[in-house]
């Protein structure tokens, strides 16, 4: 658990500006040490008995942070694997993940870069963007490299030699025939006065990096000791369950109190404008009397359902932006024909494993907040605004959190536990049932796409038009996240607003020399959020279906086509080439059940190879998936599998089932079971290739996850003959066109 963080309050617009003069620079570490151990930096901690605690500024949501980053440190600091444990970092800009503010929506503008200023410098850490490694890799590896030179400086000193002399390995620091291990030093080298001009390890002999090591976090998780934030237990602890209203601007009408305080063991019933919940000696117990009062609730302005999102993306067409402009689309298409086709994808939920939760308890004006979360600093700061707290006095916990995608970006659950704790005056724990999990989830958003492209001799595009309706996602996510506006209020807010990362990834990775991509923000009457792989999934869907029938319009099969565009594109040309003979491309025509997709992002390719067919059921069947990465250096093998794996697997459910309805502001399925998400019996066979590159490591959370989709799609496509232009692949729709 993260000791007492520090949490600075801050201000936004002309508080920023008047505030930012008096701002320190620099901050110091706020870790706390046990007498045999010592603090060396922000993120290395040794003790006398040699081991190592490595603070890990990311939570652990399954994608292996609590061992790659730790792999990274050790990496450079020398030492012994077996010694290495993890402790998550407290609230400290020294945390901030700046990588991941820069990229988060991709507006420069200087009301952005005021916004940006006050994210790093009032606690913006955060947990997401495939960021992890690439946006702390290098403060790792510093704090690694001085905590090996700080050892090197007292053992010398031991020896009277040059600190310069000595190195470090498995735990050891080494001159010659000269060894001490870290824990006899420790004590003298956290007090010692660090070197400059510390420089890097280098080569690769004796190196964690690029190893297997196990996974730090495995072990708690097979044997049950690992902590979620369901599983905390205080003295005198109550629970609760909780019920919100429908999609829209709702408030709470009417109750069955009585029906609630019949139930044995309910100890209160705490209501809002908002939701009620019910506090019991136990969850089930709460959750029945929660179910026994039957709430209503009432909206104004209308309810949202599936016929109005379709309508609200059509309308979007008629008003965009212009995002992406390489060379002149219009003068292209102008007296050519040009080739069309449309394309739509809906809502889809997270449907991660564990169900909101968060514990709070308040002991003499200070509270403390277990809850898994992806930004626990504004989780705090959530929780102290709730209740006019000083959120110096919030100490948050970052737990383990079974699965996100993105969903734990959310942090309502945090002020709505801190409200419950302060009524009941003892800890409480709050947990959603699934069906309020499922109701009140941030969808990822809906789109649609008209495609079109001028094809030249040779089966070379000569100009490429992407127009994409969809929901100013991000913006509505920070409104809600960092501005503390409710769900209803960001989504009618940031409705018509264009924010480039809505359309991430929409540029096509050919060589195309007139390209343009329109924005055309839509107001779709649903609260959205981020989904793992963000608007990448959908921009890769768009893109990849696109090409395979532009390839099919010019007679060439579709792995040709794709390589004669990726002239200028060589790592995703080699993924390509590598996937298609690693799974034995046969050409992809009618028949064959074969398709292909390729993507990259976040510094990474990938290329995707699905076979797949309709089975006797009707139901889409996905029999293998292949996949080739360059994701340049890589920490951890087994960790980029278990993430590219993992991120096929997520894809295909989206791709295959997974659907939500949206009837009169409810939003369904509520339970896992009715989403048709795949089971063991439906996992194709995966095989997966990395491809070793002396580049900068790129992000692989969420990059598989773009292709698969587009993949199954034109896999589907050489089995039936039929084109499937929606997610989820339900049923095969429209067909492309010819103008001129």
């Known amino acids: 658990m993260t000791r007492r963080g520090l949490l600075i309050g801050g201000g936004a617009g002309v508080g920023l500006l008047i505030g930012w003069g008096a701002w320190p620079r620099t901050y110091r570490p706020n870790l706390n040490a046990t007498r045999d151990e010592r603090i060396f930096n922000a993120f290395v901690k040794i003790g006398m008995d040699g081991h190592v605690t490595v603070v890990v500024p990311q939570v652990e949501m399954g994608q292996g942070v609590y061992t790659t980053l730790p792999q990274i440190v050790a990496d450079e600091l020398g030492a012994d694997w077996r010694t290495i444990g993890v402790e998550p970092a407290p609230i400290n800009p020294l945390y901030n993940n700046s990588l991941f503010v820069e990229e988060w929506d991709g507006d420069n503008g200087e009301r952005q870069g005021l916004t940006n ?4 410098r009032d606690g913006l850490m955060v947990t997401g963007g495939s960021t ?5 890799e290098d403060r790792l590896r510093e704090a690694g490299a001085a905590a090996r030179a700080l050892l090197c400086v007292a053992a010398a000193k031991r020896w009277d030699a040059d600190w310069r002399a000595c190195d470090t390995g498995s735990g050891f620091v080494t001159r010659g025939e000269d060894r001490v291990r870290f824990g006899e030093i420790a004590a003298e080298a956290a007090t010692a006065k660090l070197p400059r001009d510390i420089g890097l390890r280098e080569g690769r002999n004796n190196r964690l990096t690029g190893q297997s090591l196990p996974r730090l976090d495995a072990p708690s998780k097979v044997d049950g000791s690992a902590q979620y934030a369901a599983d905390i237990r205080l003295p005198d602890m109550v629970y609760a369950s909780i019920a919100q209203g429908p999609i829209g601007n709702t408030r709470l009408k009417s109750i069955d109190r009585r029906a609630a305080e019949r139930i044995a063991g309910v100890l209160a019933v705490v ?35 599936d016929r109005k999102i379709d309508a609200a993306l059509d309308a979007a067409f008629e008003n965009g932006t212009r995002i992406t402009s390489i060379g002149d689309v219009g003068a292209a298409f102008r007296g050519a024909q040009v080739l069309t086709a449309h394309y739509r994808i809906g809502l889809a939920p997270h449907a991660a494993i564990e169900p909101v939760s968060a514990t709070a308890a308040i002991d003499h004006g200070e509270m403390q907040l277990w809850i898994g979360t992806q930004v626990p600093g504004l989780a705090g700061q959530a929780a102290a605004r709730a209740i006019g707290l000083d959120p110096a006095k919030v100490t948050v916990h970052p737990m383990l959190i079974g699965g996100s995608f993105g969903r734990r970006y959310e942090i309502e659950i945090a002020a709505q536990a ?26 990822r958003p809906a789109a649609a796409a008209r495609m079109a492209a001028r094809m030249a001799p040779g089966g070379r595009i000569e100009a490429w038009l992407g127009k994409i309706a969809t929901p100013a996602t991000t913006a509505e996510l920070k409104a809600r996240i960092v501005g503390s506006v409710g769900a209803h209020e960001a989504m009618t807010a940031q409705a018509g607003v264009s924010v480039p990362a809505s359309v991430a ?20 009457g649903v609260p959205t959020g981020d989904w793992r792989g963000r608007a990448h999934g959908a921009s890769a869907f768009f893109t990849e279906c696109f090409i395979d029938e532009l390839a099919a319009s010019q007679g060439i099969e579709p792995f040709s086509f794709r390589m004669g565009l990726l002239g200028d594109n060589p790592r995703l040309a080699l993924c390509l080439s590598k996937c298609t003979s690693l799974g034995g491309w046969n050409g992809g025509g009618p028949g064959t059940a074969q398709g292909l997709a390729c993507h990259s992002m976040a510094g990474s390719h990938v290329a995707v190879m699905a076979e797949a067919r309709i089975g006797d059921d009707g139901r889409v069947k996905v029999d293998r998936l292949v996949a080739v990465v360059d994701c340049g250096e890589i920490i951890n093998p087994d960790i980029v599998r278990q993430q590219v794996a993992g991120g096929m697997i997520f894809g295909m459910s989206a791709a295959t089932g997974a659907a939500v309805s949206i009837e009169r502001g409810l939003a369904g399925p509520e339970q896992l079971g009715a989403l048709r998400l795949p089971r063991l019996v439906d996992a194709p066979r995966i095989i997966i290739e990395l491809v070793g590159t002396p580049h900068r490591a790129g992000g692989v959370g969420e990059l598989s996850v773009a292709p698969v989709g587009p993949a199954i799609a034109n896999a589907l496509f050489a089995a039936t003959g039929r084109r499937y232009r929606s997610l989820p692949l339900l049923a095969p729709i429209g067909g492309m066109e010819t103008k001129s």
Do not use: C
């Not at 390209?515 to 055309?520: F, G, K, T």
């Open 117 to 120: 200023l006050w994210l790093l």
């Open 132 to 136: 992890s490694v690439r946006g702390f």
């Open 271 to 305: 209501q809002t404008d908002g939701w009620v919940a019910v506090v019991a000696t136990n969850w089930w117990t709460a959750n029945t009397a929660l179910l026994a009062m039957r709430p209503k609730f009432e909206t104004t302005g209308g309810l949202a359902d």
């Open 418 to 443: 801190a409200i419950l704790a302060q009524k009941m005056k003892r800890p409480v724990q709050l947990v959603w049932s699934r069906a309020e999990d499922m109701r009140q989830d941030r969808f």
């Open 505 to 524: 990834g929409a540029v096509p990775p050919y060589a195309i020399p007139n390209v343009a991509i329109d924005l055309h923000p839509a107001g779709i």
